[in-house]
């Protein structure tokens, strides 16, 4: 068969056919999933979301029109739900009933939509997680029914709190939200993957690919990422190349990478050298 065949493993591999993401319940064959916010407008919107693979995309609901504004431009007309899985989030909201507020707003706009990204963010300055208001809200939305994807920080204790609360999928920050400036703390990421019973994607704070390929290689199950892409100077090739950084680092991980060392290790066999 011929190595460009579509059929081919490596091809299944690097497409994600043979190693989809399950998320509620349901599947998907990219682990890469992109925001909204900040584009030039809609076209560039919907250019970059299709350079970066993407199936699910997030909305602020409280910053983008989807429905409830009749006479502006309408997100859902270049991402249609008929496309993508259009994932509502709480950026803006600091309290938990004002996050609460936002999901219900979202699931009457979305035609009953029950999965959301539930952020409540404790300052201005630092868009860090509010925890003690995110398990409000997580435990206010589930029992409504909802299927709460959570945003918070990357302490391993708050993590499995979180999913033994059932959250479909918990989402520790990289890094402040928009800083660029990747993954500061791989250990505890390493441990929030190790322990991890729903899928773990990394939010927040990567800057570019090598960013994303790192979160992939600590294990993680995807990452979500507007600022790197929509604030790069070209956003449709750095989305490709995200895209393809999420396969890599993806791919690397299942691989086995080898293990550190402190000092050389020769990569062609002593014995037998003549002398």
Do not use: W
Request: some cysteine; charged content about 20%.
């Amino acid at each position: 068969m011929p190595a460009n065949s579509d059929t081919t493993p490596l091809h299944h591999a690097r497409s994600g056919q043979d190693d989809p993401l399950l998320i509620a319940g349901k599947t998907y064959h990219s682990r890469l999933l992109t925001g909204t916010g900040k584009y030039r407008d809609l076209e560039q919107t919907r250019a970059a979301t299709l350079a970066a693979g993407a199936e699910i995309v997030t909305v602020a609901i409280r910053r983008s029109n989807i429905g409830q504004n009749a006479d502006e431009p309408n997100l859902l007309d270049v991402l249609p739900p008929d496309e993508f899985t259009i994932l509502p989030n709480t950026a803006g909201c600091f309290t938990a009933d004002d996050a609460v507020r936002t999901c219900k707003l979202a699931r009457e706009l979305l035609g009953g939509q029950q999965l959301v990204k539930l952020e409540v963010l404790g300052d201005q300055k630092t868009l860090f997680p509010d925890m003690p208001a995110t398990l409000k809200a997580a435990e206010m939305l589930i029992s409504d029914g909802f299927e709460v994807m959570v945003y918070c920080n990357d302490d391993p204790l708050m993590a499995r709190l979180l999913a033994q609360m059932g959250c479909v999928a918990v989402m520790p920050l990289a890094a402040p939200i928009g800083s660029g400036l990747g993954i500061q703390n791989r250990y505890n990421i390493m441990t929030i993957v190790e322990e991890a019973t729903v899928p773990i994607l990394v939010d927040a704070g990567v800057g570019t690919a090598s960013d994303a390929a790192i979160a992939m290689e600590l294990g993680c199950d995807g990452v979500l990422m507007n600022t790197a892409i929509a604030g790069a100077k070209d956003p449709v090739t750095m989305a490709h190349a995200m895209r393809l950084a999420i396969q890599a680092g993806r791919l690397a991980s299942k691989a086995g990478r080898i293990p550190r060392q402190r000092f050389a290790s020769a990569s062609s066999p002593t014995a037998g050298l003549i002398d």
